[in-house]
């Protein structure tokens, strides 16, 4: 039985290229597996799968009576709802250690690093296995993606190590001509749905006992977002209403190094505490360029 390799929910291209190396890099070590996702490709995702003649992994969203290889997660509320009747095998990841746990020992390679393409890479070179040419141009927008083309404080050396390495393989020159036109496909906004904007790159968290949303939009001019604005601002709040106690978005501009956080929540406060500056409705956060290192623990902290 092959086990199935997946990612988060509303999968961004990390998500989808990781399963993707992961299912080759498994299967080349004797472990059959086959790449799926719980959700579509994103339209970046969709660039980096046409440019380098990858397929998008089929959409599941049951994994029970499966063995499954998490990676870029570890957190049951980014996990299919059906995890616990599954058999995890292995967890690849660069987050915080979430809230999984298993019946049994498991291969785990969880790095402080800025994307989990990085850490595949280096479990390639670890096992000895030679990268796909396809596949390493993958993990090399991956990591471009994940690191904001180096510009978010996730970035390590690791990380630049591991970009020049996939540049070679892949045949790429320019890694920051293909950051740049990675995000021009990411920041094109007009026509698409509100709601879909939203949940392009978002996840839920548990922050002490509270259901807390965040999402980020990445696009190379914030202005490009002043229309969409006012929809943006009516689904997080439908987002909200769903069972949660906050939800925020993060309007980040690659070239401001900033990001404007739209907010709505049982207790504005948080933000106060979190980050200093009081706002109702929204505030402006300069140099908050990733929600994992910059967001994730400063909201924790709040909630406590």
Known sequence: MSALVLGHKNPDTDSIISAIAAADLMSKRGIPSTAVAQGKPTPETEFVLN?????APEVVSSVAGKKVVLVDYSDLAQAPAD???????AVIDHHKLGDITTSSPLLMWVWPVGCTGTVIKHMYDYYGIEIP???????LCAILSDTVIFKSPTTTEDDKKAVDGLMKIAGVKDYKELGMDMF???SAVDGVPAKDLVFRDYKDFDMNGKKVGIGQLEVIDIKMLDKCKPDLVAEIAKAKADGRHSVFLLLTDIMQEGSEMLICSDDPSVVEKAFGVKGDKSVWLPRVMSR???VVPKFEAAFK
């Open 184 to 186: 021009k496909v990411k």
């Open 292 to 294: 994992k290192k910059d």
């Open 133 to 139: 040419k396809n596949i390493a141009g993958g993990l």
């Open 83 to 89: 995890l616990k009747d599954a058999e995890i095998i």
């Open 51 to 55: 440019k380098f003649g990858l397929k």
